[in-house]
Nanobody
Framework: QVQLVESGGGLVQPGGSLRLSCAAS????????MAWYRQAPGKQRELVAI???????DYADSVKGRFTISRDNAEKTVSLQMNSLTPEDTAVYYC?????????WGQGIQVTVSS
């Protein structure tokens, strides 16, 4: 049974930082590409950042220079360090594992940026 469990969300003031983590179980973590998505109210889910099994990273333009994705294959975790947060970053953030046609999602975690 595959499980992806996100943690680290919450309320933060504009300009602040948060670090999200996603712990995976039930998969051979190292061979999966891992990604973070987000969905704001009334908007479609969008890709935020991805790190493939080889460690190559890519980011949405809106978060480049502010967010950093990383993975720890030994711990089976993927993290998203989010700096210089703005109210536009408010959303539910989801962790996703993908390999070929396989897709697994976490349950999502709320991030709210507000003063």
């Amino acid at each position: 049974q595959v499980q992806l469990v996100e943690s680290g969300g919450g309320l933060v003031q504009p300009g602040g930082s948060l670090r999200l983590s996603c712990a995976a179980s039930g998969i051979i973590f190292s061979i999966y590409d891992m990604a973070w998505y987000r969905q704001a109210p009334g908007k479609q889910r969008e890709l935020v950042a991805i790190i493939n099994s080889g460690g190559t990273r890519d980011y949405a333009d809106s978060v480049k220079g502010r967010f950093t994705i990383s993975r720890d294959n030994a711990e089976k975790t993927v993290s998203l360090q989010m700096n210089s947060l703005t109210p536009e970053d408010t959303a539910v953030y989801y962790c996703r594992a993908q390999r070929r046609i396989e897709r697994y999602w976490g349950q999502g975690i709320q991030v709210t940026v507000s003063s």
